[in-house]
């Protein structure tokens, strides 16, 4: 019985431990300003990236090797935030073909992107702006559906 009561009192004390840590965490980003991004995804505003954000890195998704397999072409249409370090802060999946199968590493391949500023940027004002990767094989057994569905505008 002294055991059972000892471990109970234990295991107490650990989730009590680590209660405090996340309310720790949860308070250093209470604390944090919220970004406040500029919409640059509206139809009249797309063209405008390059007077707030220049492309200076880029890099190029990896293939997933079950398209490969599957000889799939496709697309993902992200929304994604470049926050004023000139990073990628944030990403929704607005489109993808198909469905889910390139969604990961389209993510993975932004989050390694860098912009700078344009000269007309000094603030650095941070943006939300549209990006579709596209993934296609000159043989893959769906290219004309990718084609359609990741045709873009």
């Not at 994604?80 to 802060?89: L, V, W």
């Not at 296609?136 to 505008?153: D, F, I, P, T």
Request: hydrophobic share 35%.
């Amino acid at each position: 019985m002294k055991k059972v009561v000892s471990l109970s009192v234990l295991s107490l004390f650990m989730v009590a431990c680590a209660s405090h840590n996340t309310l720790e965490e949860s308070a250093d980003t209470i604390n944090e300003e919220p970004i406040h991004y500029l919409d640059l995804t509206l139809e009249e505003t797309k063209g405008l990236l390059k007077e707030y954000w220049v492309e200076v890195s880029r890099k190029n998704p990896r293939y997933p090797m079950s398209a490969v397999s599957a000889r799939q072409s496709g697309c993902v249409n992200l929304i994604i935030g470049i926050n004023s370090d000139g990073r990628a802060s944030g990403y929704r999946v607005i489109k993808s073909y198909p469905e889910g199968v390139f969604d990961n590493y389209a993510i993975a391949a932004l989050t390694e992107w860098q912009w700078v500023a344009a000269d007309t940027n000094s603030d650095k004002t941070p943006v939300l702006t549209t990006i579709q990767l596209d993934f296609s094989m000159s043989e893959s057994s769906n290219r004309k559906e990718a084609e359609n569905q990741c045709r873009v505008g």
